[in-house]
């Protein structure tokens, strides 16, 4: 079946620290991949995503690379701030006619001033 | 406009009685979706549904009833309502192609006291 796993949290940082949240991936076929964002108290937004081996997503200076080679899509953000505290769920969507997005366990990031 | 809206946001209630979450979308997506978020983040499935047909209906008591009227809406109805049923839960939907993953309701948080 298709599994999702991200690295355990949680995560502090101090702001403009780099940050890289690890997600790999088992999927049957070529799944498209997912970050989502949940701040407290709100519910999941669409971060960025990659539909094939190799794209990029981009979003508010969040990146993540599709990497077949190594069923990884790695969150990565060059200088964190205090507003990117939240929670963030990789995810992955695989095969025609999946109707199932599957979630890794989430991982909670802390960004302190 | 909100695109995915749950009522009510919250949910105090005791063990027994019967409840239920409404959920509607106006974004003309076929296909809706419930997830379970509890006290650890974890996100699971519970029911899909599409074109007002169920697709997915993941191992949850039969205390748990989904309802589709209409394609816009996917309420969910909960039985004798227990302790463990205290969680977020959250309503989706996507288009069938579900390129963009899913767009997700801000969440329905419920207490079971």
């Known amino acids: 079946g298709n599994s999702v796993t991200q690295m355990e949290g949680p995560v502090t940082l101090s702001e403009e620290a780099f940050l890289t949240i690890n997600c790999t991936y088992t999927?049957?076929?070529?799944?498209?991949l997912f970050w989502y964002v949940q701040y407290p108290g709100e519910g999941l937004q669409l971060l960025l995503k990659?539909?094939?081996?190799?794209d990029k997503g981009s979003n508010k200076g969040f990146e993540a690379t599709y990497r077949k080679e190594t069923t990884s899509f790695h969150l990565e953000k060059g200088s964190v701030q205090v507003s990117d505290s939240a929670v963030y769920f990789c995810?992955?969507?695989?095969?025609?006619?999946?109707?199932?997005?599957?979630f890794g366990k989430g991982t909670k990031l802390s960004v302190i001033p | 406009d909100t695109a995915v809206s749950q009522t009510p946001k919250y949910l105090v209630t005791q063990m027994g009685n019967d409840k239920s979450i409404k959920c509607e979308q106006n974004?003309?997506?076929?296909?809706m979706y419930w997830y379970k978020q509890d006290s650890k983040k974890f996100l699971k499935i519970m029911f899909s549904?599409?074109?007002?047909?169920?697709?997915i209906n993941e191992t949850v008591p039969n205390r748990f009833s989904p309802k589709s009227p209409d394609k816009a809406h996917l309420n969910l109805h909960i039985n004798s309502l227990e302790l463990g049923d205290s969680a977020v839960y959250f309503c989706?939907?996507?288009?069938?192609?579900?390129?963009?993953?899913?767009?997700f309701g801000s969440g329905t948080r419920l207490t079971v006291v």
């Open positions: 989706a939907s996507s288009p069938n192609d579900r390129v963009d993953g899913y767009t």
């Open positions: 999927a049957t076929g070529y799944p498209s």
């Open positions: 990659a539909t094939k081996a190799d």
């Open positions: 995810a992955l969507l695989s095969g025609a006619g999946s109707y199932q997005l599957t």
């Open positions: 974004l003309g997506h076929d296909t």
């Open positions: 549904y599409n074109n007002k047909e169920l697709i």
